[in-house]
């Protein structure tokens, strides 16, 4: 028989000022059952402080019990400093010089300190999107970027929540940095999920990591060559926006429903499509809540 299990958007935005609850339909219509909604900053205004982040963070969480009341959709929630809002708070702040740092380091590790008191409270299922810039930037932001994602590793590794990872792209040298890191961190290479990943999903390639592959419509052909050699499973998601100046952007939320039927009608496994949609999602975000 066809696969007919959960189907897994594993990083989603949404936004109240955008299609909110009407994008989530979208999702549900086209197959889906399950979300993992990862919060999205306003990027022009950051919360600076603990009571700032927790805030911000209430209202992701609210969202996502929302679209559980209205669309009886399974929503995991992953909260965290997105790099892009980091990496411009301590470039605008850097003029001060060490105050400045100073300042970036417990703006981010407030945000950090928040997201975590949600997981604690069972509000929460991981912390993410965090990691370092995807453009280029100087080398003191660079730097600190790596070190706070480092610190992050090792606070993630301790009390034993994932992290879904923002990096730059299509370098080679990225999945093997990663892998090191996390090691010397002492977290496993497989709490560490990487957002919109590569579709190439081989061990080799991976290093442990576990990929969530942006499935665009590029990506299948990748996947469907290199998933027989990815022991560590993999995930999919959209990265969906709901901004409502980029409409549908990066993928519509119809995508994944959409991509896991092309890889049904290509015979890829039920077992493979479980894992992706149901096991991984599990072992890394706690279990499903809808029956």
Known sequence: MPYDGPITDDHFHLNRAGRFLDAAQDFKRAGGTDLVLVHCPDFRAPPVDLDGHRTAYAD????????????????????????????????????????????????????????????????AHAVGEVGRPHWKVSDDVWDLSNELLAS???????????LQLHVEGESEATYPDLALMADRAGLARDQLVRHYAPPDVRDSATHGIVPSVLCGKGALPVLLDTMAEASGGFLLETDHMDDPKRPGAVLGPKTVPKRTKQLIDAGVDDEVLYRTHVDLPERLYGPRSCT
């Open 60 to 123: 992701t969480v609210a969202m996502a019990a929302d679209v559980r009341a209205a669309l009886n959709l399974d929503v995991r929630v992953v909260l965290g400093p997105h790099p892009a809002a980091f990496a411009h708070q301590f470039e605008a702040w850097s003029v001060d010089g060490e105050a400045g740092r100073a300042r970036a380091v417990e703006a981010y590790d407030s945000s950090i300190e928040a997201a975590v008191e949600f997981i604690d409270e069972g509000l």
């Open 152 to 162: 992050t590793m090792a606070r993630a590794a301790r009390e034993g929540f994932a």
